[in-house]
């Protein structure tokens, strides 16, 4: 009889709570007319958990919203891990917001997909902003962002003088010969785990970041760029070839991890490793930890000239708005100078314009991250501006990890490059 | 009426039954089977202590005694930055409100919908009725993952409480698809098998209706199985984190599983915060530890009972 009570009880308790929580729903939504006559548009960041880049965003949406009284942007952050399945997600249930931030790489998909309308009106403006920082697909503009980020090799001063090897300059990268004979000192040393990190313990879109700036250094690359119909030549041709065999054979010699550790900053402020290949978010932690004695050098030249990935996160609207000129309205008024340099001062990323970087404590002409700015403006190479890039993404990523691991590297891109060269297909015309 | 305890009786009497084979075992035999067990509790308990420990150290630290003793030691700068440092970060008491109250109603009212579905399967004479549990066990093969984009469409499809279309952003889109389960129905139809189907008829002859057996003769008989459904369904409904990731858009109705996301930042000054990670997944854990410590005898009965494992 207990046990009957009992199940009546939870019975109960399950059928008042689906009432209760029946009441209690979210405030997602697209766009929406106030009582006031002001209309709500909704906006997703993938900032949550970053407090200083989700406080710089909602410094925007608050001044945007005391500046007229038209709309009213509200602001839903999501954590960045997830944030692209939240937002394919959405877009499946026709619920995406009237104004979203894209991850660069994933504009040209989304644009094709149908999520994004273009950005009308903001030629003019965005002229200045760096070219990795806006973002086109089919000839037109459908995204920009307050910052880039970028690659360097990061070292110490210390290390390199302990060795013997020379501290490069921007304008005399280390060459292949030269890394090879540095990593060969630093490993014949014993005194590291390893003597680089690539951090290949990343998984994701890691991998084409940070690595097929490194093929395209030996001359190849993931597509070719004429029309970006075909991989055929680009990533499996000679200089590929010859990138996939530097690959496997720093994972063999033992130059590097085939695995890295989950944070290779950390691993190389302990001691771990010697040079570490990373972005230029590792500034902050590794300058704190040695002061001075840190160098930002810049990606070795195997033979192409040194390149670096670029893109990163940028604003648009989705195609889902029913307020459309609201979310351009935003767009633009969220693109002023002061607003490029507050995000990027907050997140310690490269300001997007050079009046901007002018007022960025570090970026300014001379400034101690000015090398980032300059590694960006001299070395970039944007990943494929084609919707079947996450496509070409996964691909490389699989095939890098394979070679690394000891796969043959010529049958190994062979079979990436028919993969890639199917799927292509679907985007002709 | 004894019959369905029987069983459990049995698994309890083996295990002293196991002790008394051991003790005539040679004393090299013996200290090999506790090497064993030891390692064994090492190598389980060991991540869990490591994650606790490391919940009270900075970054730098954790990393610098990756491959020492030291790191399942609490030694070196211990303090609790890391926990202030998740309330800093995350609305945490909102996540786990939300975790509870999903998992709680999750459960209540899985308990009840699948052990009727179960009694009816059970006891009940209706055409059709093999053919029905048969389709229901066949749904066991379907992984989620396959049938979450279907779902997705169709709860955006269904009306709301308050007039409009659409479940999405909601609790009740977190808890409602997840109360009809399939293996639960399958428990508890397994168990109301082995009840003695003679109860009823006496019930009947005493006047007793359907739902009068289900309430007063076979529920409260059936106590291994409740535990076991309660437990099975407590344990997805908290771990939950690909449909509310794809479901939820408000941080106010997001479950803690999702926020262990928030920890994990590739820019920003501070990059990946690995000690708030910890803290944070000591904390999520915690519950569900003192959960299973207070009901360890009532869980390995019914994993033992119901023939599940892991």
């Given at each position: ?339 490029v340099a507050e995000v990027a001062k907050d997140t310690n990323n490269i300001p997007a314009t050079d009046a901007a970087a002018a007022m960025v404590p570090g970026f300014e002409e001379g400034g101690e991250n000015d090398v980032f700015r300059q590694f960006a403006k001299r070395f970039t190479v944007m990943r494929p501006e084609t919707p079947g890039y996450p496509f070409i993404a996964t691909e490389f990523e699989k095939a890098a ?29 | ?310």
């Open positions: 009889m207990k046990s009957l009570k009992k199940l009546g009880v939870l019975g109960l308790a399950a059928a008042l709570s689906l009432s209760v929580v029946a009441c209690s729903k979210g405030g997602g939504g697209q766009a929406t007319s106030t009582s006031t006559g002001t209309v709500e548009l909704s906006m997703w960041t993938h900032n949550a958990g970053n407090k200083e880049e989700l406080a710089a965003i909602k410094s925007v949406v608050s001044d945007f919203n005391a500046s007229q009284t038209a709309y009213k942007v509200n602001l839903q952050a999501f954590p960045q891990d997830s944030y692209n399945q939240s937002v394919t997600a959405a877009a499946a249930a026709k619920k995406l917001p009237c104004i979203l931030d894209i991850d660069q790489p994933n504009v040209a998909n989304w644009a094709w997909a149908g999520y994004l309308a273009p950005i009308e009106g903001m030629d003019e403006t965005l002229s200045k902003f760096l070219p990795s920082t806006v973002a086109k697909y089919d000839g037109k503009t459908y995204a920009y962002g307050y910052y880039d980020v970028t690659l360097a090799w990061v070292t110490r001063k210390s290390t390199l003088n302990k060795y013997d090897i020379r501290i490069p300059t921007i304008d005399q990268p280390w060459t292949a010969d030269e890394f090879m004979a540095a990593l060969k000192k630093l490993k014949d040393s014993g005194d590291f785990q390893y003597p680089a990190d690539l951090a290949t313990g990343w998984t994701g879109e890691w991998w084409p970041y940070a690595y097929s700036p490194l093929l395209q250094s030996f001359g190849g690359d993931l597509i070719n760029r004429t029309d970006y119909k075909s991989a055929q030549g680009s990533l499996n041709g000679d200089a590929a070839i010859k990138w996939a065999n530097w690959f496997a054979e720093m994972g063999k010699e033992g130059y590097i991890a085939k695995k890295s550790g989950s944070d290779p900053s950390q691993d190389f402020m302990n001691g771990k490793t010697a040079l570490l290949w990373n972005g230029s978010w590792t500034a902050v932690p590794t300058r704190k930890k040695f002061g001075d004695d840190i160098v930002f050098a810049p990606p070795v030249d195997f033979g192409n000239g040194p390149k670096v990935g670029g893109g990163s996160w940028t604003w648009g609207a989705s195609t889902n708005c029913a307020d459309p000129a609201g979310a351009q309205a935003y767009l633009k008024f969220a693109a002023a100078d002061k607003y990890k394979d070679i690394l691991n000891g796969a043959d590297p010529k049958a190994t891109l062979d079979q990436a490059v028919t993969n890639i060269d199917d799927n292509q297909q679907q985007f002709a015309g | 009426m004894s019959e369905p305890l029987a069983h459990v009786a049995d698994d309890t009497a083996a295990v002293p039954a196991a002790d008394a084979a051991h003790s005539g075992r040679k004393p090299w035999l013996k200290g090999l089977v506790m090497a064993l067990r030891i390692a064994l509790c090492l190598v389980f308990g060991l991540p869990l202590v490591f994650l606790i420990v490391s919940s009270f150290k900075p970054d730098n630290e954790i990393f610098a005694d990756l491959g020492t003793v030291n790191a399942f030691l609490p030694v070196g700068s211990i303090s609790l930055d890391n926990y202030s440092g998740v309330f800093d970060r995350v609305p945490f008491a909102t996540f786990m409100m939300n975790s509870v109250l999903i998992s709680v109603v999750t459960v209540a009212a899985g308990l009840v919908v699948n052990s009727m579905a179960a009694f009816a399967l059970s006891r009940m004479e209706f055409a059709g009725q093999k053919i029905v549990l048969g389709v229901i066990l066949a749904t066991l093969i379907v992984p989620f993952e396959t049938m979450a984009l279907p779902l997705l469409w169709w709860v955006n499809q269904l009306p709301y409480f308050d007039g409009s279309i659409g479940w999405l952003d909601s609790y009740e889109v977190q808890i409602i698809p997840f109360i009809a389960n399939a293996f639960s129905i399958y428990l508890f139809y397994q168990y109301f098998d082995s009840i003695p189907k003679e109860l009823d008829e006496a019930a009947k002859v005493d006047g007793a209706g359907w739902f009068r057996i289900y309430r007063s003769i076979v529920m409260p008989l059936s106590g291994p199985a409740v535990a076991t459904v309660a437990i099975l369904t407590f344990l997805p409904a908290w771990n939950s984190y690909l449909w509310p990731l794809m479901v939820t858009q408000s941080e106010s109705i997001r479950p803690a599983m999702v926020g262990m996301d928030y920890f994990k930042q590739m820019s920003g000054s501070s990059g990946t915060a690995w000690g708030q990670i910890m803290a944070y997944a000591s904390m999520i854990t915690v519950p569900v530890l003192v959960l299973f410590i207070a009901f360890q005898r009532a869980f390995i009965n019914s994993i033992a009972s119901s023939g599940v494992k892991g």
